[in-house]
């Protein structure tokens, strides 16, 4: 369950950074800088609260 | 899959705002004013539904001059862009617990009641990935949907509420004033907040056909979701008696457990899809507005494609109670105190302010 949890969490990743990159490319430098935050919490949190 | 930029009409509206306001008779939400309020918890309902009337009305006037604006671009407009954003931003902050929370009880409730074999995280991840979809789609198709299923989750509730009254018992309901008028209004003081979502409703105005509309839409779910709230509180108390109602944490779901139609047993199997089709709503919403506000704070147009990474970061916060019941009804409670004046003083001092801007003068759109 834990590696489908993470697979999940970072194919989402992957997808917000793309949206990310693309926020930057449009000269949204904090927007993407909140997005790459949200993921890093996104990847670190199932550490914290699934897998203890 | 593209958003719809359309508009809402005020029977979309209206329906998104009963589903997510009734639902709130369904989960722990009664069991917050029980406890301070006791049996005169419908009381406090309807203090708390005099009490929200004037911030209502005032942020009504507010938006009905800033037509085509929403609540964080006229936040903007009236504190400006620092304070501003930093009001939206603790609204923002508000709202993720609320989610966090609320999706966390409502996981509980079909964990405990419904699905008791299934894992905690498979009925989160159903519960948001179905509601993170509805979000997706935009704000025009949850209307649509919560107008579609508006008709059957409300005659199920008063079908529901029926059965209730006449296997119900009206003497409970004495002593009418409960703990006395001390009691009552201290509750219905705390508890503002579960009318909070009509000042979150703001948010949308701009998706709203008219103006004409969302004012109409605002005003009929307000004066029903009164009456239908209030009703729902004395009828639990009739049934189960305030001293059994007080300790339930979810009353409606013990409810249609233990009333029969006819010789029909188990009618929860009846009323259960309904009322997960309005979580499911409900949820959408929630979601929708959360990216929205956060969009609009840090500037990103096409904030549909936070809504997945939304989704994960509130499943990963929801499952993290071992013991949702004790950690999550503390910890809910208190949120709705910190809200409760928020949503109170906000509407006010947006007004004030307006006001003193001069906004008020021609009426017309700024």
Known sequence: MTYTIYLAVIGVVIYSCGFALSLWKQKNKPGAFVIVVLSVIALVL??????K | MKQTKGKMGIREFAAILFLLIGTKITDDTPTYLYSGAKN?????????????IIPTILLLKVLSVHKGKNLHEINLYLFGKVIGNMVSFTLLILGLLTIVMDSSVYVDIIGTMYFTKTPTIAIFAVLMCVSAYGAKKGVEHIGSVAWLVFFYTKVTLIVALFFTFKEGNSKLLFPILGPGVGGIVKTAAQKLSIFGD???????????ATFKDFRRGMFLTYLILTVELTVALMLFVMLFDFTSVEILNYPFHETIRYIQIGFLTNVETLFFPFWLVATFIRFSFYIYLFVLLLGGIFKIREF???IPLVTVIFILLGIAPETPLITISENRDMTLQVLSPLLFVLPCVMWIIAKIRGDFKNESSV
């Open chain 1, 46 to 51: 199932p550490y914290f609260t699934y897998i």
């Open chain 2, 40 to 52: 005169a918890a419908w009381i406090s309902m309807l203090l708390i539904s005099m009490a929200l």
């Open chain 2, 198 to 208: 009509f000042f979150y409703a703001g948010l949308i105005a701009p998706f709203v």
């Open chain 2, 304 to 306: 549909e494609y936070l």
